[in-house]
């Protein structure tokens, strides 16, 4: 079992829909990371939270450490927000490492 | 704008050739880190370097040696490139450990 499992695999949306991506970890971890691919494209940081929650514009991170579960929300997507949306987690016992999710392929369509 | 410079965006190598990989960072981190993306299989860490002349070794490191003479340098190396080594690869730096993570926009290396 992978220590971080995201759903769902493949989303598609219409523009304007509220989206949300799960994630959801299996160890103790110091912090969460929501990063975002565009298709050829390098990643970006969205967010990174180790409790609560945090908004920027039109994207929302939430996480529940009891429950070791983080969501992303896109309130009125669009289609420039699809691309892969990719979980990943500082394990506590080794804090220099990234553990990655296998990612959320998004497509918004007009 | 901070930044994490990749040299190349695509390169095409031969079966055994030496392969440099570069990637720049003008942030002055400390942390800097390589991973390959293969679909299926996400993003894997392959080295990562917590200061100059420093080194750590990720999941996969088989077939690769980095090197990191100057703080805002690392260089992945393929010693003799193979075709399963047909893959994204992506540097990323941080400040520090738990602190975010800015990532290049990838090197696409396929060996033929």
């Known amino acids: 079992k992978n220590e971080v499992e995201q759903s769902p695999q493949n989303l598609t949306a219409q523009e304007g829909e509220f989206i949300t991506i799960n994630c959801s970890y299996s160890v103790g971890i110091s912090a969460l990371h929501w990063l975002q691919q565009h298709p050829g494209g390098g990643i970006v940081s969205l967010f990174m939270?180790?409790?609560g929650k945090k908004k920027h514009g039109r994207l929302i991170a939430t996480i529940n450490i009891q429950e070791k579960h983080s969501s992303l929300h896109i309130t009125a997507s669009h289609p420039r927000d699809s691309a892969v949306y990719i979980c990943a987690v500082n394990s506590g016992g080794s804090n220099y490492k990234l553990t990655f999710g296998k990612g959320t392929l998004l497509t918004v369509n007009p | 704008d901070v930044k994490v410079t990749q040299s190349s965006r695509y390169l095409v190598k031969r079966t055994g050739e030496k392969v440099f990989l570069e990637c720049v960072q003008d942030m002055d981190h400390e942390n800097m880190f390589w991973y390959r993306q293969d679909p299926g299989l996400g993003l894997r860490l392959i080295y990562f370097?917590?200061?100059?002349?420093?080194?750590e070794k990720g999941d996969i490191p088989e077939g690769y040696s980095v090197s990191r003479e100057k703080k805002e340098r690392f260089s992945l190396i393929l010693e003799s490139a193979s075709t399963n080594q047909t893959s994204m690869y992506l540097c990323?730096?941080?400040?520090?450990?738990?602190?975010?993570?800015?990532f290049g926009s990838g090197t696409r290396l396929t060996v033929v």
């Open positions: 990323a730096s941080s400040p520090r450990f738990n602190y975010g993570y800015t």
């Open positions: 939270l180790s409790s």
């Open positions: 370097s917590y200061d100059v002349k420093m080194k």
